[in-house]
């Protein structure tokens, strides 16, 4: 299917560290040029080979910040109703952490295992959408002069599910924060998890630039990038 605006999209590839899977699958899919950014895990399982294979590939590469005592598991549930209770349970019964000085020391991680600051900023399961959370997220890109912060200056895209909905509701309160610094972001915000209808969705993207959100380590997502994106 080549019949939607390729230009139009950022493709983006989450949680690279988060298993040998996700691993293996991203890596093959930078080789064959099918994604735009990679999105690290830098607290996950990330060997020196695979980190000079991505810094030679000329792919962006972005922090994926993570809650370390909410860590990104190969196993973690998919509902997100569960999710949602855990990470609620963690915030307002276990978060003793200064999430500012746990972000840092992920970027500082990062800059020591790639030798560079990330390309772009963004977090596992959107957590930096989060309000109490938005403004570290915010000042870390500025102090770290991280081009590209994962956003959405329009919003996210419309007729999804329910967790575009919940982002689209959190994102409102985080713009006037993101308004104040004049960081790159696409126009608008997507994942494939949340798409009922893909090719119908490929089709009617709209003005400007969606950056599309792909977790490859899910056999079904991985196989959809290198039915869509093939060169």
Not at 51 to 80: Q, T, Y
Request: hydrophobic share 40%.
């Amino acid at each position: 299917m080549k019949n939607f605006a390729r230009e139009k999209l950022i493709v983006s590839a989450d949680d690279f560290g988060k298993s040998r899977r996700a691993n293996e699958n991203i890596l093959s899919l930078v080789r064959a040029g099918r994604i735009d950014r990679v999105a690290v895990l830098v607290d996950g399982d990330i060997k020196d080979a695979e980190v000079a294979e991505l810094l030679n590939s000329g792919v962006k590469l972005d922090i994926h910040l993570n809650l370390k005592k909410f860590k990104a598991r190969s196993d973690e549930p998919r509902s997100v109703f569960t999710r949602g209770v855990l990470f609620l349970w963690y915030y307002f019964l276990k978060n003793n952490t200064n999430i500012r000085e746990e972000w840092e020391a992920q970027v500082e991680k990062f800059i020591s295992a790639f030798g560079r600051k990330p390309d772009g900023l963004n977090s596992h399961q959107y957590i930096h959408f989060f309000p109490p959370y938005f403004s570290a997220a915010l000042e870390l890109a500025d102090e770290y002069k991280i081009s590209y912060f994962r956003f959405g200056k329009i919003g996210i895209s419309k007729n999804m599910n329910y967790v575009s909905a919940i982002l689209r509701w959190l994102r409102k309160k985080d713009v006037p924060g993101f308004e104040k610094f004049s960081f790159d972001s696409s126009d608008f915000l997507a994942s494939y998890d949340w798409v009922k209808n893909f090719p119908r969705f490929l089709e009617e993207l709209p003005p400007g630039k969606t950056e599309l959100v792909f977790h490859p380590e899910r056999e079904e997502e991985f196989e959809a990038i290198n039915k869509y994106f093939r060169n």
